[in-house]
């Protein structure tokens, strides 16, 4: 037995006993011929879009699709099957459903949809523009869409993540259903509705407002106004696009003639908050300051050794170090230093004593502890 008709056989099993009329009978009939097609439709369908949402960069929550049981289908012909002349009439016997962060990633699907799509404009539909007070779960952009290369019609639905919770909790309070709802329940739903779509608006507001903050404050950066740039994983992350330490690096990797490794520094991002800066022009300040003093500090342990590789966060490192010493951090300072960039442990304590006592005999000892 193909597996075309173990599928039917399946589906013949499970049938609903209804009763349909003749024409109802022969548009299910068309349907059990045309469901291996609808299968195949469902997944290439839904290969393309996730193929153009990832090239496009566009994140989204979920990407639904499914062909139309048998026993949806009897149901809907049962209603209103006279409507119908053939099932190629029937245009959501296929359908995708994408489900996006923000109301305005709604528009950059559908621009999508409209480049991989034939969409059918007459039988498509923007419920977001029918402003009715109790549908915000309701307003999705509809398109009724076909293959470039032809095929079957199929329905994608392309809402946002806080439109299909709405939906859901809708469907399952009934507020939707047979039963008339009283009005006094109907304008609470409808109240609910309203702030919904109100917070759907204000996060698409809100990330607008962020990104264009992002902008302002990379362009900050380049243009070397750091004093006016907040101290964050994604400004330093900016920042270190300009290498600030590579000077330093370079002197100190001269010392044995090594080769400078790359890794990355963001994992020191929480050591200079700790050390009390708060803005990119803190930590120029803080390079400026201290580069000398690393320098020296870096010279008196290398100049011992033969190392030829260096990773090039060991110029941040020893600006760390020297910056706690030179405010009187003692060892605790640099055990807590040790123990933010490595975990807590008691070989931190160890490294501690020996910069201690390599870092005695340095100027800036003596300066920021006179006798």
């Not at 119908?84 to 959501?92: A, E, F, M, Q, R």
């Not at 109790?134 to 869409?145: E, K, P, Q, V």
């Not at 362009?219 to 907040?230: E, F, M, S, T």
Request: negative net charge; aromatic residues 8%.
């Amino acid at each position: 037995m193909d597996n075309q008709t173990k599928s039917t056989s399946k589906r013949e099993q499970v049938r609903p006993k209804v009763k349909l009329d003749p024409h109802g009978e022969m548009l299910l009939q068309q349907y059990h011929e045309l469901y291996p097609t609808l299968q195949e439709l469902a997944d290439e369908a839904y290969n393309q879009l996730c193929k153009a949402l990832r090239e496009q960069g566009i994140y989204v929550t979920a990407i639904e699709h499914r062909v139309k049981t048998e026993k949806s289908l009897i149901g809907k012909l049962e209603l209103k099957g006279a409507k119908y002349k053939s099932i190629d009439d029937i245009t959501d016997l296929v359908g995708l459903r994408i489900i996006t962060f923000y109301t305005d990633e709604v528009d950059k699907v559908a621009a999508i949809a409209k480049r991989l799509f034939d969409i059918d404009w007459k039988e498509s539909v923007d419920k977001r523009k029918l402003h009715e007070l109790d549908a915000f779960g309701y307003n999705s952009l509809h398109y009724i869409c076909r293959l470039k290369t032809g095929g079957p019609r199929f329905e994608l639905q392309m809402r946002t993540a806080l439109q299909h919770v709405w939906s859901t909790i809708e469907h399952d309070t009934g507020y939707k259903g047979d039963v008339k709802m009283p009005r006094e329940y109907k304008r609470q739903f409808s109240r609910l509705a309203g702030m919904m779509e109100l917070i759907d608006d204000e996060f698409s507001r809100l990330r607008v407002v962020l990104t264009d903050y992002r902008r302002q404050t990379l362009a900050l950066v380049k243009n070397g106004q750091l004093d006016d740039v907040p101290l964050s994983a994604e400004t330093f992350r900016g920042y270190l696009e300009l290498h600030p330490f590579d000077r330093l690096n370079k002197r100190i990797a001269a010392v044995n003639q090594a080769e400078v490794f790359p890794v990355s520094m963001m994992s020191y991002l929480p050591v200079l908050e700790s050390l009390g800066l708060e803005t990119l022009g803190d930590v120029q300040q803080f390079i400026d300051e201290n580069s000398d003093d690393a320098y020296q500090l870096a010279l008196s342990q290398l100049a011992i050794t033969d190392l030829d590789i260096l990773s090039s966060n060991t110029a941040l490192q020893y600006l760390c170090l020297v910056h706690v010493l030179k405010h009187d951090g003692g060892r605790d300072g640099l055990k807590s230093l040790y123990d933010i960039i490595n975990g807590e442990n008691d070989a931190n304590g160890m490294l501690a004593d020996l910069i201690m006592e390599q870092a005695k005999t340095q100027p800036f000892m003596r300066q920021a502890n006179p006798t």
